[in-house]
């Protein structure tokens, strides 16, 4: 191994995955997955997998977090770790350490995402322009991740977002049923994000459930189902209300997708990521999503011409993280 390498990782609440940036057809080598809960500190678990990997010294670190990046510090939502890019410099003695929003780091990553980690879900698309594009990505986790990427004259830029929390708008009557019920529970204005992640799920099958005269109310502090228990009963027990609540969350989706790809200009393609859309591709393909996006009126056409793609890259954002790392190791480092 090389004595000058650079670090990349992606961290999330419950995992860390660190990997060496390499500009290789993959991008990454030595990948490795490391359980936060296992370390006091992130630069434990730095030094663990440096440890690991025989790796003695780094030049540069690019790291995806799934967090708010503030002054070049995150503080993590559902962890105990704090990032200080001052404090990584200092101690391992280079000059750059980036820190990327997760969602960001995945704009960065579909510009180089081979066509064997995408799996088409609607429109004709074989590869990005070598040139100018522009392309916008989604994806339901345990909140609602909205981005977007840019290329103009070579360079790329990153559209990072809060488009989870745009306000959701019901396009059919049941959906409107269904803002009325989540309305009185969780107030005047929903996001799209009450209904587009694993609580979502849940929210979702709750108000159907009083929809259908099979639950009493949908506001109570008891707990909801969760995505996983209404995954088990839609797809091995073939339960119908929780078979319907896929249906209307991928409808849904779908309609998000095609309200982005307007409002960013998002022509060249737009991306599902994830893991609630992965974990159920066949689900999502046999879905209405497809019609959700294309069903925008009046531009109806234009969206038919628009690509889907649902992820299935493992780690995209390692991928993310190696194509900025190995493109901007002399810029200085960002802030959010």
Same mark, same amino acid.
């Given at each position: 191994?090389?004595?000058?390498?650079?670090?990349?990782?992606?961290?999330?609440?419950?995992?860390?995955?660190?990997?060496?940036?390499?500009?290789?057809?993959?991008?990454?080598?030595?990948? =490795?997955?490391?359980?936060?809960?296992?370390?006091?500190?992130?630069?434990?678990?730095?030094?663990?997998?440096? =440890?690991?990997?025989?790796?003695?010294?780094?030049?540069?670190? !690019?790291?995806?977090?799934?967090?708010?990046?503030?002054?070049?510090?995150?503080?993590?939502?559902?962890?105990?770790? #704090?990032?200080? !890019?001052?404090?990584?410099?200092?101690?391992?003695?280079?000059?750059?350490?980036?820190?990327?929003?997760?969602? %960001?780091?995945?704009?960065?990553?579909?510009?180089?995402?081979?066509?064997?980690?995408?799996?088409?879900?609607?429109?004709?698309?074989?590869?990005?322009?070598?040139?100018?594009? &522009?392309?916008?990505?989604?994806?339901?986790?345990?909140?609602?991740?909205?981005?977007?990427?840019?290329?103009?004259?070579?360079?790329? #830029?990153?559209?990072?977002?809060?488009?989870? #929390? @745009?306000?959701? /708008?019901?396009?059919?009557?049941?959906?409107?049923?269904?803002?009325?019920?989540?309305?009185?529970?969780?107030?005047?204005?929903?996001?799209?994000? +009450?209904?587009?992640?694993?609580?979502?799920?849940? *929210?979702?099958? /709750?108000?159907?459930?009083?929809?259908?005269?099979?639950?009493?109310?949908?506001?109570?502090? +008891?707990?909801?189902?969760?995505?996983?228990?209404?995954?088990?009963?839609?797809?091995?027990?073939?339960?119908?209300?929780?078979?319907?609540?896929?249906?209307?969350?991928?409808?849904?989706?779908?309609? @998000?997708?095609?309200?982005?790809?307007?409002? &960013?200009?998002?022509?060249?393609?737009?991306?599902?990521?994830?893991?609630? /859309?992965? +974990?159920?591709? %066949?689900?999502?393909?046999?879905?209405?999503?497809?019609?959700?996006?294309? !069903?925008?009126?009046?531009?109806? #056409?234009?969206?038919?011409?628009?690509?889907?793609?649902?992820?299935?890259?493992? *780690?995209?954002?390692?991928?993310?993280?190696?194509?900025? /790392?190995?493109?901007?190791?002399?810029?200085?480092? &960002?802030?959010?």
């Amino acid at each position: 191994m090389s004595n000058k390498s650079i670090l990349i990782a992606d961290i999330g609440g419950t995992n860390a995955r660190f990997a060496i940036a390499d500009r290789s057809r993959q991008r990454f080598s030595n990948a =490795q997955t490391l359980e936060a809960a296992n370390f006091e500190r992130l630069i434990d678990a730095i030094d663990s997998y440096l =440890q690991n990997n025989s790796i003695n010294d780094i030049s540069n670190m !690019c790291l995806a977090v799934a967090g708010p990046v503030v002054d070049e510090k995150v503080d993590f939502p559902n962890s105990h770790w #704090h990032v200080d !890019c001052t404090e990584l410099r200092a101690k391992y003695g280079i000059k750059h350490a980036n820190l990327l929003n997760d969602w %960001e780091a995945i704009s960065y990553s579909l510009s180089s995402i081979d066509q064997s980690d995408l799996i088409n879900i609607g429109g004709d698309w074989s590869s990005l322009s070598d040139g100018d594009f &522009t392309i916008g990505a989604l994806g339901p986790g345990s909140g609602l991740g909205v981005s977007g990427l840019i290329r103009r004259n070579g360079q790329l #830029h990153p559209m990072v977002t809060e488009g989870g #929390h @745009v306000g959701f /708008a019901p396009e059919n009557k049941l959906q409107i049923e269904l803002l009325s019920l989540l309305q009185a529970k969780f107030g005047k204005r929903i996001s799209r994000e +009450r209904l587009l992640s694993g609580p979502g799920i849940g *929210n979702i099958y /709750a108000a159907l459930e009083v929809i259908n005269k099979s639950g009493q109310s949908i506001v109570s502090d +008891r707990p909801f189902k969760s995505a996983a228990k209404i995954a088990i009963e839609a797809f091995e027990n073939r339960n119908p209300l929780a078979l319907q609540t896929f249906d209307v969350f991928f409808e849904i989706l779908g309609q @998000v997708a095609g309200d982005i790809a307007l409002a &960013t200009g998002a022509y060249d393609g737009i991306f599902v990521g994830g893991g609630i /859309a992965l +974990r159920y591709p %066949e689900q999502l393909l046999q879905s209405k999503f497809r019609h959700g996006f294309e !069903c925008k009126g009046r531009h109806s #056409h234009l969206m038919e011409n628009i690509p889907t793609w649902l992820i299935s890259h493992n *780690n995209p954002g390692l991928l993310g993280a190696s194509v900025f /790392a190995t493109s901007s190791t002399n810029h200085e480092p &960002t802030q959010s």
